[in-house]
Structure formats: structure tokens, C-alpha cells
């Protein structure tokens, strides 16, 4: 176990709709990260956030948002929904601000867009 | 901006064999270099990692070697068992904020 909760596991929804997804770091660490991965692709790094802040930017489409909140849980929201967002959206979390420590993935979360 | 590159895409080997993945990056500033498995279905999981004033280390069967020179690392694992098929991602801490994967590198190992 990572520490690292993300729900819900498993999320199916119709184009056009919205969804949040939901993270909650390990313990202790400040930064959360935001990963897409399609079928079969590698991770696409959409957003970054330390401690409340907003860090570092991906190829995070303008549909998606994200924000970290005090209790340094994080949340992303995809809106407008398009097939080609079906995918697993992982969240991370680390100690640091900078990719210089371990990054802790959490399991995931299946969306399908239908 | 940052690349980068991890080669092979694919790499198939026999039980017991050896494997090399290499990761070659292009910030010269970078200084933390790891390597992530990720098994089917699952997430990723950070199985080693390096910084920039080391050249070598070691964890078992697994290893990862640092040419900073050349701008590249490598994951070696040993003695290779089925349960290390999986896909190996490196993700060199760059400098910036972004913290990008390489492409990724499955492994097959036969038995």
C-alpha cells in the first residue's frame, strides 16, 4: 500500500458529462502530481500542485481542471467529456516540490467515457 | 524542453537472462534518476533510483548505472523470473517542475 487514496475506483460516464476525481496524498507529502494513461500508453503528466499551489503545467487540456486544497487533498475535474478521455488517472504524491524523491502512486482511477 | 527517450520499446528475453533498458536524457542539470515498474493493472512503483553523485547502485537483482556525461542511465536486472514482466518507465528529474516519464519499455520474460 502507498498511502496514497484515490477514488473512485472505477468511474463510467457519458460524453458531454463532467467528473471529479479525487486524491488524497500519503502522509506527509506535500506535492500532489496528476497523471493520464491511455491504453497501452505511457504516463502523460498533466499537473503539478505543492502544498496548495498550483507548480508545473503538462498537456492538461483546457476541459480539465485541478486544485489542491489546505487538507493538501487534491481533486481533478474533467468536463466536457470526450471518448478519448477514457483512461486511468493516477494520482502521486512525494515530500518535495521537485522530482527529487520518490514519487508514491496511488491505484488509479478507471474512467470510460461511453 | 525536456526528452526523454527510453530504448528498447520492447524487450523479450529467456528465464534467467539478463535485461538492460537505457534512459537517455537531455537536461545536463539533472541530478535524480529512477526507475518505476509497472506490472498489469496496477500502478507504478518506484523499484530503484540514483542521484547524480553516485554512479552505481544496486538492490538485488536490479541495478542502475549513470553516465552523466552522456546524459543516460540504465536499469540492469539479473537472473530474470516471469514475475519481472512488466513495464519499466525512467523518469530523470529534469530541473524544471515537470515531471515527465519516459515512453516506457515492456519486458517479457519467458520461462
Known amino acids: 500500500d502507498s498511502g496514497v487514496t484515490q477514488t473512485p475506483k472505477h468511474l463510467i460516464t457519458a460524453t458531454g458529462q463532467r467528473v471529479t476525481l479525487r486524491c488524497s496524498p500519503r502522509?506527509?507529502?506535500?506535492?500532489v502530481y496528476w497523471y493520464q494513461q491511455s491504453l497501452d500508453q505511457g504516463l502523460q503528466f498533466l499537473i503539478q500542485?505543492?502544498?496548495?499551489?498550483?507548480?508545473a503545467k503538462g498537456n492538461i487540456l483546457e476541459r480539465f481542471s485541478a486544485q489542491q486544497f489546505p487538507d493538501l487533498h487534491s481533486e481533478l475535474n474533467l468536463s466536457s467529456l470526450e471518448l478519448g478521455d477514457s483512461a486511468l488517472y493516477f494520482c502521486?504524491?512525494?515530500?518535495?516540490?521537485?522530482?527529487?524523491?520518490?514519487?508514491?502512486f496511488g491505484n488509479g482511477t478507471r474512467l470510460t467515457v461511453t | 524542453g525536456e526528452n526523454v527517450e527510453q530504448h528498447p520499446s520492447t524487450l523479450s528475453v529467456q528465464e534467467g537472462d539478463s535485461a538492460v533498458i537505457k534512459c537517455t536524457y537531455s537536461?545536463?542539470?539533472?541530478?535524480?534518476f529512477p526507475w518505476y515498474k509497472q506490472e498489469l493493472g496496477k500502478r507504478p512503483q518506484l523499484i530503484i533510483d540514483?542521484?547524480?553523485?553516485?554512479g552505481e547502485k544496486k538492490d538485488q537483482r536490479i541495478a542502475v548505472t549513470l553516465n552523466k556525461t552522456a546524459k543516460h542511465f540504465s536499469l540492469h536486472i539479473t537472473e530474470t523470473q516471469p514475475e519481472d514482466s512488466a513495464v519499466y518507465f525512467c523518469?530523470?528529474?529534469?530541473?524544471?517542475?515537470?515531471?515527465?516519464f519516459g515512453a516506457g519499455t515492456r519486458l517479457f520474460v519467458k520461462a
Open positions: 500542485y505543492y502544498n496548495g499551489e498550483e507548480r
Open positions: 537536461d545536463s542539470a539533472s541530478n535524480y
Open positions: 540514483i542521484r547524480s553523485n553516485v
Open positions: 502522509s506527509g507529502d506535500l506535492s
Open positions: 502521486a504524491s512525494s515530500v518535495t516540490g521537485q522530482h527529487n524523491s520518490p514519487l508514491h
Open positions: 523518469a530523470p528529474f529534469t530541473g524544471g517542475f515537470k515531471t515527465i
